[in-house]
């Protein structure tokens, strides 16, 4: 069969409930940040003492905690490999093909270093 430039990755087993939950807290990442910066533009928006300005302080402190989890998880890994794995996709937004290059690997590996990066972390405290 003729290589048709498509490299998408074979299907595998079915990820366990607590691998699946750190891939998406993983992938929150952006969102988090984005929504931190909406939430303190609002904070500064609002009269201080205002009704909206303790809810929005809740959240603002929220999303800093979840970006703080999210960064000491990866930064925790054993592993400098799987550490600057995760690093790149989830905290610099890179593609699969771009981590593989950072790397100095194959997309194969790439995806092989992350899922034992996932199971790593998947066994850890909250």
């Known amino acids: 069969m003729p290589y048709n430039g498509s490299r998408k990755r074979p299907p595998g087993p079915p990820e366990g409930a607590a691998i699946s939950q750190v891939k998406t807290l ?3 990442y952006f969102s988090l940040k984005d929504e931190i910066i909406h939430l303190e533009k609002r904070l500064a928006a609002l009269p201080a003492g205002s009704a909206e300005e303790a809810p929005v302080r809740r959240a603002l402190f929220r999303d800093r905690l979840l970006v703080l989890r999210i960064e000491r998880a990866v930064y925790s890994l054993s592993s400098p ?3 600057r794995l995760l690093e790149a996709r ?3 937004g890179m593609s699969w093909l771009e981590v ?3 790397l100095h690997v194959s997309e194969s590996t790439v995806y092989a ?3 034992k990066a996932l199971k790593e972390l998947e066994g850890r405290p909250g």
């Open 90 to 92: 989830y905290l610099e």
């Open 26 to 28: 993983l992938s929150s």
């Open 81 to 83: 490999r799987r550490r």
């Open 100 to 102: 593989a290059a950072v």
């Open 113 to 115: 270093l992350h899922r």
